[in-house]
C-alpha cells in the first residue's frame, strides 16, 4: 500500500514539473504574440534544460533579446530625429523672433524721424513737472538711438545716426529754452519770499539767486541741495547766491553737466 502511495506521489510530482515548464513555455510564447517582450523572457527564462520546449524558448530568448535591442535603436534614432527637429524649431523661433524685432525697430525709427521733425516743446513748459517730461522724451529718443548703434544691421544703423542727428538739433534748441523757463516759474515761486531769480549768461547756464536769505551760509547750501536734481537735469553750470544786488562776495556753485548736445541718460 505505501509503495503505491510512493509511486502515486513521484507520478503526481512529475506532472506538476511537466504541466510548470510547459506552462512557462505557453505563457513566454502567449505573452511574446501580445508584445509583451518583458514578460515574455521572465516565463522563457524559466523554462528548463530537460524540458522537451526548451531550445524553441532559447531560440524564441534570442530572438526578443534581438527584438528589443532593435526597439533600443529604433526609440534612440527617433529621440535623436525629435530632438533635432525641436533643435530646428527653437532656432527657427528665435530667427523669426530677431526679424520681427529688427523690422519694429526700423518701423520706429522711421516713426520718429518723421515726427521730430514737427516737434515743438511749447507744451513743455510753466510747470517744473512739465520740463522733466521733456527731458524724460530725450532720454527715451537716447536710449533709441543705443539700441540702433549697436544694432548689427547697417540699414538700422543709419536710421539711427540720422535720427540721433535730429535729436541733438532738437536739445541744443530746447535745452536753454527749458532752463530759462525754469528760471521765470522759480522767480514767481520765489518772489513772495523777496527772492529775486534769473537765468544768465549763453545759452542761459548759470542760474542766479537774489535775497537777503542768502546771507545766510546755511540758506544757500539747503537750497542748492533741495534743487540739485533739478539744475543737473537741466545742465546748469553755475548756480549763484547773492543776498543784495552788489555783493560782490557773493557764493557760486559750479556743476560738472553735460552739454546741451550730449544724449539724456536718466
Known amino acids: 500500500m505505501k509503495q503505491k502511495q510512493h509511486y502515486l506521489l513521484l507520478f503526481l510530482g512529475l506532472m506538476i514539473s511537466f504541466v510548470s515548464c510547459t506552462d512557462n513555455y505557453e505563457e513566454g510564447i502567449k505573452n511574446y504574440t501580445e508584445n509583451e517582450y518583458e514578460n515574455a523572457l521572465t516565463y522563457l527564462k524559466q523554462v528548463e534544460k530537460s524540458d522537451e520546449n526548451y531550445s524553441k524558448a532559447q531560440s524564441k530568448i534570442t530572438e526578443i533579446d534581438s527584438t528589443l535591442r532593435q526597439m533600443e535603436i529604433d526609440k534612440s534614432q527617433r529621440d535623436s530625429t525629435a530632438k533635432a527637429e525641436q533643435s530646428k524649431r527653437y532656432f527657427k523661433a528665435i530667427v523669426e523672433k530677431e526679424k520681427k524685432e529688427l523690422e519694429d525697430l526700423k518701423s520706429q525709427l522711421n516713426r520718429e524721424i518723421e515726427s521730430i521733425k514737427t516737434f515743438d516743446g511749447s507744451p513743455y513748459r510753466n510747470e517744473v513737472s512739465s520740463i522733466q517730461l521733456e527731458i524724460a522724451l530725450f532720454a527715451t529718443w537716447a536710449k533709441i538711438i543705443r539700441d540702433a548703434e549697436t544694432n548689427p544691421n547697417k540699414e538700422i544703423n543709419k536710421l539711427g545716426l540720422s535720427f540721433k542727428r535730429k535729436v541733438v538739433g532738437v536739445q541744443k534748441s530746447e535745452f536753454p529754452k527749458l532752463r530759462k523757463n525754469y528760471s521765470e516759474i522759480l522767480k ?13 549768461g549763453s545759452g542761459y547756464t548759470t542760474l542766479e539767486f537774489e535775497g537777503g536769505i542768502f546771507a545766510n551760509n546755511k540758506n544757500k547750501q539747503d537750497t542748492q541741495q533741495t534743487l540739485s536734481e533739478i539744475l543737473n537735469l537741466l545742465r546748469f553750470k553755475r548756480i549763484n547766491y547773492k543776498w543784495y544786488e552788489y555783493d560782490d562776495e557773493y557764493t557760486y556753485y559750479t556743476l560738472k553737466t553735460g552739454q546741451d548736445h550730449d544724449l539724456v541718460d536718466l
Not at 188 to 200: C, G, M, P, R, T
Open 188 to 200: 514767481q515761486k520765489l518772489w513772495e519770499e523777496n527772492i529775486e531769480v534769473k537765468a544768465k
